[in-house]
Nanobody, 130 residues
């Protein structure tokens, strides 16, 4: 349906910032970037996958409680890329981060109800430590 490739991960000290990118390509049929809503998830070792943020086609955004006020999700249709700006990072933000996409139009609803997303990236590591 869509190919998603994350980049921008790495290691940072507590209080630092990182910006993750997720480049979308390889659309099937007549779909384009603007047809998809997007989300960021993360999974730390030994823990369940956690929803981080979503952005719908109309740019409506939603955030998990643990990242509200620190992370900002955005999308740029000029280069078919999803972003996650992560500020004031904490050690508990350490995880593998995944971007996801769906054609449903309401990724916030999908995340809230733990529904399936149609497309996934391969994941990228973020480590926060001193």
């Amino acid at each position: 349906l869509v190919k998603l490739v994350e980049s921008g991960g790495g290691s940072v000290q507590p209080g630092g910032s990182l910006r993750l990118s997720c480049a979308a390509s390889g659309y099937t049929d007549v779909y384009t970037f603007t047809d998809f809503c997007f989300a960021w998830f993360r999974q730390a070792p030994g823990l369940e996958r956690e929803g981080v943020a979503t952005i719908n086609n109309d740019y409506y955004t939603s955030y998990g409680d643990s990242v509200k006020g620190r992370f900002v999700i955005s999308r740029d249709s000029t280069n078919d890329t999803l972003y996650l700006q992560m500020n004031n990072l904490k050690p508990e933000d350490t995880a593998t981060y995944y971007c996801a996409a769906d054609l449903s139009g309401d990724c916030a609803w999908l995340m809230e109800h733990r529904k399936h997303f149609a497309g996934w990236g391969q994941g990228i590591q973020v480590a926060v430590s001193s």
